[in-house]
């Protein structure tokens, strides 16, 4: 199993849907959780962290259930220049991340 | 500030040959990071760096080696290349470790191909 798990997608969605992505972890004792977002053949640039309590920038919404070992990015009003691979990020010990393998977005007109 | 840079972009490998893929940043960073990434693999931690004459291992270190010499760079060493390290390689520096959840700022990659 991997450690990080999330749907490779991908999703085709209209411009302005919301659209959610799930991540789960292996690993209970980890620590801090981020997403990131990927452009084709560009590096991973970070979005935001998760924390426990839950966070919100923007458009954007993050979700941690340590309970069940998920973490979940909501995406409202889908913006064409969404479109992106969201790659949900674990840190399971210091200095150390595991990268789920991302799941594509594509927002069409 | 040019962040992460990455040299060279593209390399194309025999196998067996030797070659090393410098990461440089100009944040003053403490940590440095080699990712490898694959298709559907997400990317996996090659070694990192706490500071300057430090290294340590990561998820997938074998066949590789690093060093880190000077503060601000963070060298990725193939000694006798394989097929199978024909990937993209990322590097990453934060100013602070991971734990703390510090944010990692990426270079733009190098795309290696192992004939």
């Known amino acids: 199993r991997k450690e990080v798990e999330q749907d490779p997608g991908p999703f085709n969605v209209p411009e302005g849907a919301t659209v959610a992505f799930n991540c789960t972890y292996s690993?209970?004792?980890?620590?801090?959780f981020f997403w990131y977002r990927q452009d084709c053949r560009k590096e991973p640039k970070l979005l935001m962290s998760?924390?426990?309590s839950g966070n919100e920038d923007g458009r954007f919404t993050a979700q941690l259930n340590r309970a069940s070992q998920y973490i979940s990015l909501l995406i409202r009003d889908s913006k064409l220049s969404d479109s992106a691979t969201y790659l949900c990020?674990?840190?399971?010990?210091?200095?150390?991340?595991?990268f789920g393998a991302g799941t594509r977005l594509t927002v069409k007109p | 500030n040019a962040g992460v840079t990455q040299t060279p972009k593209f390399r194309v490998l025999k196998t067996g040959q030797s070659m090393t893929l410098l990461c440089a940043q100009d944040m003053n960073h403490e940590y440095m990071y080699w990712y490898r990434q694959d298709p559907g693999m997400g990317l996996r931690l090659i070694h990192y760096s706490v500071g300057e004459g430090t290294t340590a291992k990561g998820e997938v270190p074998d066949g590789y080696n690093v060093s880190r010499l000077k503060k601000q760079n963070f060298l990725l060493g193939l000694e006798s290349a394989a097929p199978s390290q024909t990937s993209v390689y990322f590097c990453a520096s934060s100013y602070a470790g991971l734990a703390g959840a510090d944010t990692q700022y990426f270079g733009p990659g190098t795309r290696l191909t192992v004939l």
């Open positions: 998760v924390y426990s």
């Open positions: 990020v674990v840190n399971p010990y210091n200095n150390d991340m595991r």
């Open positions: 690993n209970s004792a980890s620590q801090s």
